[in-house]
């Protein structure tokens, strides 16, 4: 839930270099999306399936060559805001996450546009349940930590309306109905390309007690936004 939504403490000290190297870890993230989703479609023969296990198995090899022992946690970025390249949803560094790139509006709605293929599948042609959670889970989470509380999923209540397809640009939405101290509660929805609710969520995010004193007072850094001013508010219905 915290992607971009802090600036770093710390100064980034290769602002330029750093950018080289972020933009070979996705190049090298999204290769693996691509290969990901062929080995999932793919029909080739048994003799070339075990040639490529075996090729992919020397690459690997490679990359640990040089790895960290510990997930990556949050870091300073290029751009000097913090970032979570591991996130599963978010993370640049992920190949399992599609990834979302979410974004917020003026009146503190978060959005993603969203289009999975193969590699989510769960009822023939739709996405897989646990994925869609997981997409409002993040979308809906960024909204209250780009008011400064990115909290923990205490509750995370799914409804699905209608299937996700496959293949299809959806559109996520995050809003905030209520801020309470350090919990706030928050909506969501997936909506296919004819404006029809595909599923929606309520849910329930709670600044840690271990994380109140480093946040200190919420500080709305990313988005500038009051948390009292988006209290009460909803999206804009389309
Ligand atoms: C820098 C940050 C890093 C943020 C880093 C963000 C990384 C991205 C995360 C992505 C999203 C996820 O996947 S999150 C991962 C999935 N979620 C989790 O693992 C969370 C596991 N649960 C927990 O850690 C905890 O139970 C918390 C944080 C939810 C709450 O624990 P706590 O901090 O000790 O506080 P606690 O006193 O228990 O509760 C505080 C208030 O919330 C209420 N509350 C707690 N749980 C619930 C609940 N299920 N339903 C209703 N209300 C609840 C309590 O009644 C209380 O209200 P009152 O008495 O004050 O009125």
Redesign the pocket.
């Known amino acids: 839930?915290?992607d971009g939504a802090f600036a770093s403490p710390a100064a980034v000290e290769d602002p330029d270099a750093l950018a080289v190297t972020e933009q070979a870890q996705g190049d090298l993230a999204e290769s693996l999306r691509e290969l990901v989703d062929a080995c999932v479609r793919t029909r080739v023969d048994d003799g070339t399936l075990m040639a490529v296990a075996q090729e992919v198995r020397t690459l690997t090899q490679r990359l640990l060559a040089r790895a960290q022992s510990d997930p990556l946690g949050i870091e300073a970025t290029s751009d000097g805001r913090l970032r979570?390249h591991g996130?599963p949803m978010v993370g640049m560094r992920n190949p399992i996450a599609p990834p979302l790139a979410v974004t917020g509006d003026a009146d503190g709605t978060m959005s993603a546009s969203l289009c999975l293929g193969a590699a989510y599948e769960g009822p023939p042609g739709c996405v897989h349940g646990g994925m869609v959670a997981a997409v409002l889970?993040?979308v809906v989470?960024s909204a209250p930590a780009m008011i400064g509380r990115?909290?923990?999923?205490?509750?995370l209540n799914t409804s699905y309306r209608r299937p996700t397809v496959l293949g299809t640009e959806h559109v996520v939405r995050g809003w905030i109905e209520e801020v309470?101290?350090?919990?706030v509660r928050a909506r969501g929805d997936i909506r296919d390309p004819q404006g029809r609710v595909t599923a929606e969520a309520d849910a329930?995010f709670?600044?840690?007690?271990?994380?109140r004193e480093?946040?200190g007072t919420p500080t709305g850094d990313a988005a500038g936004i009051d948390p009292a001013d988006t209290a009460t508010q909803g999206p804009a219905t389309s």
């Not at 990115?150 to 509750?155: E, F, I, K, R, V």
């Not at 709670?206 to 994380?211: E, Q």
């Open positions: 839930m915290t979570d996130n889970d993040q989470g990115p909290g923990l999923t205490a509750y309470d101290g350090w919990k329930l709670v600044v840690p007690r271990w994380a480093h946040l």
